[in-house]
């Protein structure tokens, strides 16, 4: 097995696990967000919303103490979204 040093660790949680688990609470959103007069705010609001959720999860990967910890927060959460995405399109 590859051991892999802690700044390595990090680089692969901060860059593509935060931005996996951004991606995902964002295609969550619309499934949680109600419609609006125009029928478009649960589309608008996630896009906009993007910066923050992956800045977010970038600056939490960075700055948490225990790296495996962050590790398992980012995955429970692409976790939880996916599991709204598939009970919103009843595949569960």
């Known amino acids: ?50 910066p923050l959720v992956w800045s977010a999860t970038f600056f939490y990967a960075c700055i948490a103490d225990n790296i495996s910890r962050a590790a398992a927060v980012l995955a429970g959460l692409t976790a939880a979204g996916l599991g709204v995405i598939a009970h919103s399109l009843a595949l569960i």
């Open 1 to 50: 097995m590859i051991r892999l040093s802690e700044t390595w660790q990090r680089t692969l949680v901060a860059g593509p696990l935060a931005l996996l688990a951004a991606v995902v609470v964002l295609a969550t959103l619309p499934h949680l967000i109600p419609e609006g007069a125009g029928r478009v705010d649960n589309l608008v609001l996630p896009v906009i919303a993007f």
